[in-house]
Structures are given as C-alpha cells and as structure tokens.
C-alpha cells in the first residue's frame, strides 16, 4: 500500500473548510500575521499583541497577578470535581467530607489542590498587592485599576472565608462563629453596632433575630441554614462577581496602556 | 419639507443672519413645573425601572429572613434552687445549653444567676477553671470572674446573663433569648437573677 504524500495531506488538512473555519491565519512569521493570529483568537486576544519588553521581565511583576488568576482557574477547576460528592447538608457535609478524604479515587488529591491553591491565591493576590505598590503601579491612568483590584482582594478573602465553613468540622464552625461575630457590631445593620438601638425603638429592626449577622447565619447561630448560604455563595455567587470584576480588571490593564513600565 | 418652501435658498453674497436669541419660554408646561412635559414618558419610564428594582430589592432582601427557625428552643428547666450550693458554679447545663448556674454574692445579695457561656470577644466558649475560680477563654485568652466579669485577655466587656425566673412548676427556669448585660446596668433588674 502506498502511504499518502506527507505535503497533501497537511494541504488537505491545513486548508479544509473546517480548519480555516476555526483558524483563519497561518503560523507565517512576519508582524502582519502575528498581529492577525493573536487579534482573531479569543484565547490570544486576552494577551495584547504586542508588549513592551520589560512588561514580560519576571523580575519586575512577578507575575503574581497571572499567578493568582492560574490559582484561581486551580480552584475551580478541582472545586467542580468536589462537587459531584459534597453535600451543603448539616447531617451529609462533614461524611461527605471523610468520603472524599479517605474513599474516593484521588479524593484527596482533589481536595488538597482545591485547598493549596486557595491558600496559594490569598498569599499571592497580597503578593501581587505589595509589587504593584512597589512600583508604583498604582498611580493615574492605573487608579481605577487598583480600586477594582482592592474589591478583588476583598472578594478572594470571602471565598475563602465562605470555604472555610464547608468542611463543617468543629474548626470550621467556630473559625466562621468567630467571623460571623464581627457582623454584630455593622453599623445601622447589625444589633450591636452604632445606631442599632436607636433603629430598633423606632422600627423594631436591627434585633439579634434580624440584623446583618442573622442575613448571613440564616438563623441566629451558625447552623444547617449556614451551611447551605456560605455553599451558594462560596460556589456561584463571589466566584460570578470576581470572574466579572477580573475581566473588567485585566480589560482595563490593556486599555490604561498595558503593564507600568520603568520611569 | 414645508421649510424648503418657505425659505428660499440663501444667496451666496447675501450677509449671514445674526444668530436669532432663542424664544422665550411661552409654552405653559415650562412654567412653574419641575419637569418639561415632554420628559414624563422618559421620567415616567426611569420610574418604573427603579420601582420594579426596589420591589425586587425589598422581596430579595425580605426572603433572606425566614419567619420560622429551625432552632432549639430558647429556654429550659434547670431544677430547683436547692439543687445549686452556695458558692458553686454548676456546668450542669453547659454542655446542652451553654449556660452555668451560679449561687453566690453578687453586690452583697445572695443571688444564683445564669451566665451566658459565649465568651464576648469572639464567641468562643470559655472554660470553669474551679481551681483558679475563674471562666477562662481557650481561643484568645480572655479570663472572667465567678461574677462573670472581664479581667484578663482581649473580652472588651463581662458576660451576658440570662434570664432566670421560678415556673408555674417551682423549678428554675433559663431563657436565653432575653439577656442583661453588666454595661447597661441590668445585673440588678428582676429577671437577671434570684434571690437565693
């Protein structure tokens, strides 16, 4: 039997509808072609088609905030798996928890990696943090930036917080007692913090039963109610706002003149 | 269009008119109102947005409240008054309810009281040291008296009590729900404790 011709056969397929239909731009390496393939593919595009030379220097960002982001993407991609086990259910959570621990196949290894790079994220997003403000990355046309970095950071901090529940171990419950704790003293909207008692003769609001921390509780002590809140928010609803907040954060690097530069 | 044929096109040489000074203002509507008239649909519109938020809003933040909880009652029956020695702290009830009875003095009146075990710092449940005769924090540290009073560690005030009152069945009873709090000078209203 005769073997096709190598050359035909990367014609035939290099140049069949369906390729080009899914890349429109050959691997040429001239500068028109290499802006056309980085412009024309979503993933690319993300990356700006050029760059400064010094914005790729590792000693200059670090590249924590990439970091982070690949971090992030770390932790939903294993937080996925842990939820075709997990239950958000007071009497299921913690065997839930065991099961996966000590039964399933790479249970453990899922589990582990979803809670280092948690942790890898909190370290780094402060890392990151700490760079832009070294290099003064901070300053105008990057000050928005920074403002909705700032959120960012607030928004890594509460999915961790809200993760910490979930194992629904004596740890957990105490950490987010601890946590929920703070709630109380919330100015207006918490039982014990300024003008509550001020509120409350008027309106009958703002008691123990319904106040910010009794919001967060779903209830007036951490329990199954608890459980099932910090689950919803810990899986859809900070996630959905800080991949929201992230698009806008990396659409506006590119838009304030891409990565600071050396002065 | 009716303007075309009205005015002529102008001529080339002909000088510019001078801007003319806008109309005044004789439309009726423009006087004396807050808005134009032709802005209610707009203004009426924008209305109805922000009213179908704020209902939304207001349901959204309402259902985040449950009417019922699925909580352990509030109260319960903790003995009689004989059953509590003079001097003694009983963790009797700590385990179930996270309460301890005490009997002793408090302000030079033989009393027995219900303190609250919620350490005030941060809500962790501190320990009866008896030897030390003092409720002490694991979690940060803070320490209290028998009278529950903050001495030591980050408690930023004493802890709670809780109310106390004899049932229709001569035993004590303990309701959690209703507290009086050293700082606003409850410890002596009726309710906050029981003559011994």
């Not at chain 1, 028109?32 to 593919?41: E, F, I, K, M």
């Not at chain 1, 001020?198 to 209830?219: E, H, N």
Request: positive net charge; glycine residues 8%; aromatic residues 14%.
């Amino acid at each position: 039997m005769e073997l096709p011709n190598q050359q035909e056969v990367k014609k035939k397929v290099f140049e069949s509808q369906l390729w080009r239909s899914i890349f429109r731009h050959s691997y040429q390496d001239n500068p028109r072609n290499r802006v056309l393939q980085v412009a024309s593919n979503v993933w690319l595009h993300l990356h700006p088609v050029k760059m400064q030379r010094h914005a790729i220097r590792l000693s200059y960002t670090w590249c924590a905030g990439g970091l982070t982001f690949f971090f992030f993407l770390v932790t939903v991609a294993t937080g996925v798996v842990l939820m075709f086990y997990y239950r958000p259910v007071g009497e299921y959570a913690f065997p839930d928890i065991q099961y996966l621990e000590f039964d399933i196949p790479f249970g453990m290894l899922m589990r582990n990696m979803h809670r280092w790079a948690a942790h890898g994220m909190v370290i780094l997003v402060w890392v990151h943090m700490f760079r832009v403000f070294m290099t003064g990355s901070y300053k105008p046309p990057r000050e928005f930036n920074w403002v909705v970095g700032v959120l960012l950071l607030t928004i890594t901090l509460l999915l961790s917080f809200t993760g910490y529940l979930l194992p629904w171990d004596q740890l957990s419950i105490w950490a987010v007692t601890v946590g929920t704790n703070m709630a109380r003293a919330t100015p207006f909207a918490g039982h014990q913090g300024p003008f509550a008692d001020q509120i409350a003769g008027l309106t009958g609001l703002v008691t123990p039963r319904y106040d910010a921390r009794s919001m967060l509780l779903g209830g007036t002590q951490v329990g199954a109610p608890t459980l099932l809140r910090f689950y919803v928010l810990h899986c859809i609803g900070f996630p959905i706002l800080g991949s929201a907040l992230m698009i806008l954060h990396f659409w506006r690097i590119r838009k304030d003149g891409g990565i600071s530069g050396p002065l | 269009m009716a303007e075309a044929t009205t005015n002529p096109a102008p001529n080339v040489g002909e000088k510019a008119h001078p801007p003319r000074p806008p109309a005044p203002i004789t439309d009726p509507t423009h006087d004396n109102h807050i808005w134009a008239r032709r802005s209610f649909l707009s203004l009426a519109g924008w209305g109805l947005f922000a009213g179908t938020v704020g209902v939304w809003a207001t349901a959204g933040l309402r259902l985040m409240f449950p009417r019922v909880l699925f909580e352990p009652p509030s109260f319960f029956k903790a003995g009689f008054k004989a059953d509590y020695a003079v001097g003694l702290v009983s963790e009797k009830y700590t385990p179930e309810w996270r309460v301890w009875i005490v009997n002793d003095e408090y302000d030079g009146v033989p009393q027995i009281y219900a303190l609250i075990a919620i350490c005030t710092h941060l809500g962790c449940t501190p320990r009866w040291l008896s030897l030390e005769s003092k409720f002490k924090c694991p979690c940060h540290g803070s320490g209290y008296t028998k009278a529950g009073i903050n001495f030591e560690g980050p408690a930023p005030r004493p802890l709670e009590r809780a109310k106390i009152y004899i049932g229709d069945d001569g035993q004590i009873v303990v309701d959690k729900a209703v507290t009086y709090r050293w700082e606003k000078g409850e410890w002596g209203k009726p309710g906050s404790f029981l003559p011994a």
